[in-house]
């Protein structure tokens, strides 16, 4: 690879990171994004670091900073997964505006995904309650009074190889094509819970 070759990928990157952390593409303001992305730092280290001890079973035999590189660095992936929750934007677009290939947004999102959801969501208008579980969600509702929207959605994904162990057999729909199914709960205003 060429000295220009590795240019454009940092200018493209930064170019990538610039524009989708836009709030019209993330829909978090700068600010917060900033403020997720530190929450989320120390579980996403501790959980890789944890997740490398246990596959290699032990303490790591190489050097530090042996190995393959993160072809997205964490701001990215984090940023990615935003995008891709808020959006459903499919892994290939994703891959092309960031110059790599499919499976490592895949594998970015994977990884920066259940996060989140430990962290707890802010419930809206009072700060400091996280809403962690589907039963902290009906509590808060109940306490406040809040009248909560349940939709409900399916979302076209990739279906898995023919005689795969846990494949099924069914598929759902009239074209046959294999979904995930996804319920999200607002409150009467529209925010998401």
């Known amino acids: 690879m060429t000295v220009a070759a590795r240019v454009g990928d940092v200018v493209t990157h ?15 303001e700068r600010a917060h994004l900033g403020v997720l992305i ?3 730092a120390d579980p996403w280290l501790g959980r ?6 246990e596959r290699r079973g032990g303490e790591r035999k190489r050097t530090a900073g042996a190995g393959p590189d993160h072809k997205l660095v964490f701001t990215d992936s984090v940023l990615v997964t935003v995008i891709h929750l808020r959006l459903q934007m499919p892994h290939a677009a994703l891959a092309g505006l960031y110059g790599v290939s499919r499976p490592t947004v895949t594998c970015a999102i994977h990884e920066i995904r259940p996060l989140p959801a430990v962290r707890g969501f802010a419930a809206p208008d009072r700060p400091g309650i ?24 399916e979302t076209q ?14 598929v759902s729909g009239k074209k046959k094509q294999n979904t995930a199914k996804t319920a999200t709960i607002s409150d009467g205003s529209g925010r998401l819970l």
Do not use: N
């Open 157 to 170: 994904v990739r279906r898995p190889w023919a005689g795969r162990p846990g494949r099924k057999a069914l």
């Open 48 to 53: 890789c670091g944890s997740e490398l001890r």
């Open 38 to 40: 530190e929450e989320l």
């Open 130 to 153: 996280r809403l962690r579980t589907l039963a902290d969600v009906f509590a808060y509702a109940e306490a406040e009074g809040v009248e909560l929207r349940i939709d409900g959605t």
């Open 14 to 28: 930064y170019r990538a990171r610039a524009v989708l952390s836009h709030p019209a593409f993330c829909g978090l």
